[in-house]
């Protein structure tokens, strides 16, 4: 662990919205659910003592959004007490974004809207969308200036987050973040690789803080390689930045929001959980997903959260096997009893989790990069993730 560095500031100013710490929950697919958001902001309430942060949803296809596809829909929930709600859309299309943050404003679906232009998975950018999409400057800015349009005069703040670039060779956090910023967007976050080392290797911190040189009129975010409180202090500290946007360094740990808040607010880190501690945290989980999609499908997507849960600690492997296959919320209070309670949170722990994978090329569209100033909208890019 590295020594704590002392938070810069405590708070985060994001259009109207004024969160008590500049902490933000990053939308993973499959992940951050409201039953995820949900616990995450209970955990934090508990040991913190406060709900101070930002907590976004999945995110969701601006056309699929539009259509109205039941399961699109579905991951919209928010909590009844959930405050500020944040909503994330995936699009490549002006038309369809700006018909999108028309619905969500009309229909009060959401206090805030994100964009994602990070996404590196290769069925997205193959056809254009995601991290490629920023590298067509005026197709993003017309996309970003769709949303502000969208929402102006609302209060509902539109947020950007894209990636340093494409590769090495094509760079574009810089004029992605002048863009939005010129566009009206309230605030962008840099997740700090490209898109060809989509979650390998290490972070570049000091593309954070050029950009934090970069765009001066609003809030910038850093992103990438913080898996505790420690990281994300620093974060701020050498890059500058704003505030820091949580992904896989949740997984398995939602408690992890609580030790952020207390680090930004000068207070004691809660002691880290003990077995028995995760596993009333999993049970909890397992319910929260019950609830939001019924037994049957609640359970299998409590099976990758188990994994996480149990990262670094002695389980078995008999246990864990059967804990992959869990089936009911019955069967998991059986599998969890089988843990020993009292075993501490152990330092194999702590550190990277999730999804890493390694670096490799980017799937681009025929003669994507040819042009940057051509705002064509990409053919069927915005059909990839319809439906979620």
Request: charged share 20%; net charge negative; proline share 7%.
């Amino acid at each position: 662990m590295t020594e704590p560095f002392a938070p810069a500031r405590s708070a985060l100013q994001i259009g109207p919205i004024a969160l008590r710490s500049p902490v933000v929950l990053a939308p993973m697919a499959g992940v951050t659910n409201v039953a995820f958001r949900t616990l995450c902001r209970e955990l934090e309430l508990a040991r913190a003592g406060t709900v101070s942060g930002l907590y976004v949803c999945e995110m969701v296809t601006a056309r699929a959004l539009v259509e109205r596809n039941p399961s699109t829909l579905h991951m919209t929930t928010f909590g009844p007490d959930e405050s500020p709600r944040s909503l994330q859309l995936y699009t490549v299309d002006p038309a369809t974004t700006h018909a999108a943050a028309k619905m969500i404003v009309d229909e009060g679906m959401a206090d805030h809207i994100d964009m994602n232009f990070g996404c590196p998975v290769p069925k997205v950018t193959r056809r254009g969308g995601g991290a490629a999409l920023p590298y067509k400057r005026k197709l993003f800015g017309q996309i970003v200036a769709a949303a502000v349009r969208a929402t102006e005069g609302t209060g509902i703040p539109v947020t950007v987050k894209f990636r340093i670039g494409i590769d090495d060779h094509h760079h574009t956090h810089l004029d992605a973040g002048r863009i939005a910023a010129e566009e009206g967007a309230a605030a962008v976050a840099l997740h700090a690789r490209t898109a060809a080392q989509r979650y390998s290797g290490s972070a570049d911190w000091d593309r954070i803080a050029e950009l934090k040189q970069h765009v001066t009129g609003i809030p910038v975010l850093g992103n990438g390689d913080i898996f505790d409180a420690d990281d994300a202090l620093k974060m701020m500290a050498v890059t500058g930045c704003d505030g820091v946007v949580i992904g896989r360094g949740c997984l398995g740990r939602p408690w992890l929001f609580a030790e952020l808040s207390a680090a930004f607010t000068g207070r004691p880190c809660p002691t880290p959980p003990t077995l028995g501690e995760v596993a009333s945290i999993a049970r909890r989980h397992g319910e929260l997903l019950a609830d939001h999609f019924g037994e049957d499908k609640g359970m299998r997507d409590m099976r990758k959260h188990v994994a996480w849960y149990l990262h670094g600690f002695p389980a078995g492997a008999d246990l864990r096997r059967a804990l992959a296959l869990v089936k009911t919320l019955s069967e998991l209070d059986e599998l969890l009893a089988q843990l020993d309670p009292d075993v501490p949170f152990p330092h194999a722990a702590e550190g990277p989790r999730g999804r890493q994978g390694s670096p490799g090329s980017v799937s681009l569209p025929e003669g994507w990069l040819a042009d940057p100033n051509d705002c064509t909208v990409p053919a069927g890019a915005d059909l990839v993730n319809s439906g979620g």
